[in-house]
Structure formats: C-alpha cells, structure tokens
Nanobody, 129 residues
Framework: QLVQSGGGLVHVGGSLRLSCAAS????????IGWFRQAPGKEREGISC????????LYAGSVKGRFTISSDNARNTVYLQMNSLKPEDTAVYYC????????????????????????WGQGTQVTVSS
C-alpha cells in the first residue's frame, strides 16, 4: 500500500512537501509517480522516479519548480513543491508502477496512470492567491 502525507493550504509562491510511504511490495522493483487531479480536469502525471537508477520524469507544468526524490531506506518518495501557483491546486496522488524498463518508463511514466498497480489515498493541495 501507499500512504501519503503532507499537503494543505499555502499562498502563492509558497512551498509544500508531499510524502509517499510504500509497504507490502518490493519497493526496488517499482517506479513511483505523482499525479494530480483538479476539479473538472483529467488526472495529470507530474513526476515519476525509479529509485534504483535515479531516473526521473517531470511534466512541463512543474519542471524547475517541483523535485522528486526517494529515500530507499524508508521506502518513501517525496515531492518537494516550490513556487506554487493557483493552478497547482488539486488532489495529489502517488502511485506505484512495476518498472517496465527505461524506454517504456519514459513513454508511459506520466501518461498512462491505468498501468499503475497501487495508489495512495490522495491529499489536497490548495494554493491561494
């Protein structure tokens, strides 16, 4: 399972850190992704990491502002979100994808949420202006 923590209300330009703690599966065999869904919008893949080789992916909407990292000793992935904007307001989810290999990871990591095997409970992030 994946258990999320973090999130909340922040002003424009502020920062938040989300955590995603994994248990019950072999963490080293999975990539962990972060997705978000705003009201009335489709779920958006924003970042993903495969901790075994440090590969990361970022959506253009968050690149340069968000940083994904992994603490393998704690089976936990973090999403550091800086310079937050009102359009970052959404429910954020972490998810685990059985690592499909490097080329498929790049192709699918952010764009195919249906391929993910486990999902966190979701956490609300609200950026107020």
């Amino acid at each position: 399972q994946l258990v999320q923590s973090g999130g909340g209300l922040v002003h424009v330009g502020g920062s938040l850190r989300l955590s995603c703690a994994a248990s019950g599966f072999a963490f080293e065999d999975y990539a962990i992704g972060w997705f978000r869904q705003a009201p009335g919008k489709e779920r958006e893949g924003i970042s993903c990491i495969y901790s075994e080789d440090g590969s990361t992916l970022y959506a253009g909407s968050v690149k340069g502002r968000f940083t994904i990292s992994s603490d393998n000793a704690r089976n936990t992935v973090y999403l550091q979100m800086n310079s937050l904007k009102p359009e970052d307001t959404a429910v954020y989810y972490c998810a685990a994808l059985y690592y499909p290999g490097p080329s498929t990871f790049i192709e699918y990591g952010l764009s195919h949420p249906e391929e993910y095997d486990y999902w966190g409970q979701g956490t609300q992030v609200t950026v107020s202006s």
